[in-house]
């Protein structure tokens, strides 16, 4: 059974960090693009950043360019999402999800988390 767990997630103030986890079971990530998308209330889900564990290409959005640094870990099957210098609009429910082909599209995934809620105080 292909499972994605996220955890990390926290509230925390603007200029700060997190580091967010997808621990991924059922599959190994050379098998699969992993993605990291975010969803604010009323806004839709939009894609953060994206890896190819097994090619290492990475591709982040621009709102975080040089904020954030997406990793993978083959040994502990997880796929982490360093975020720096956070600010308020980085606000979010942030999903990890795993497909087949990386894409910016959410559409392109096969599975999903449950999410982790990210929230910068300003």
């Known amino acids: 059974e292909v499972r994605l767990v996220e955890s990390g997630g926290g509230l925390v103030q603007a200029g700060g960090s997190l580091r967010l986890s997808c621990a991924a079971s059922?599959?190994?990530?050379?098998?699969?693009?992993i993605a990291w998308f975010r969803q604010a209330p009323g806004k839709e889900r939009e894609g953060v950043s994206c890896?190819?564990?097994?090619?290492?290409?990475?591709y982040y959005d621009d709102s975080v360019k040089g904020r954030f640094t997406i990793s993978g870990d083959n040994a502990k099957n997880t796929v982490y999402l360093q975020m720096n210098s956070l600010k308020p609009e980085d606000t979010a429910l942030y999903y990890c999800?795993?497909?087949?082909?990386?894409?910016?599209?959410?559409?392109?995934?096969?599975?999903w988390g449950q999410g982790t809620q990210v929230t910068v105080s300003s």
């Open positions: 890896i190819n564990v097994s090619g290492g290409g990475t």
């Open positions: 999800a795993a497909g087949r082909i990386a894409s910016r599209l959410a559409g392109s995934y096969e599975y």
């Open positions: 059922g599959f190994t990530l050379d098998d699969y693009a």
